[in-house]
């Protein structure tokens, strides 16, 4: 018991931390469920992926 008490606060934070993380996991998936998901499978229309940045670079040459 005296192991609890004396790290209460560090068990707290870990709690608080864990249901954060486990809350913003069931929005993500309920999000793409929903088909919210920051990824809409365009590729061509993405600016975060590979394949557009190298067809602009092709573009100007």
Same mark, same amino acid.
């Given at each position: 018991?005296? /192991?609890? @008490?004396? =790290?209460? !606060? @560090?068990?707290? @934070?870990?709690l608080v931390l864990i249901a954060? /993380?486990?809350?913003?996991?069931? %929005?993500?998936?309920?999000?793409?469920?929903? !088909?919210?998901? %920051?990824? !809409? !499978?365009d590729c061509a229309h993405c600016?975060?992926c590979h394949a557009r940045r190298? =067809?602009?670079? @092709?573009?100007?040459?």
């Open positions: 018991m005296e /192991v609890l @008490t004396s =790290n209460l !606060g @560090t068990l707290i @934070t870990a954060i /993380v486990a809350a913003i996991i069931f %929005s993500m998936r309920k999000d793409k469920k929903a !088909g919210k998901s %920051s990824c !809409g !499978g600016g975060g190298e =067809n602009a670079q @092709t573009q100007k040459h």
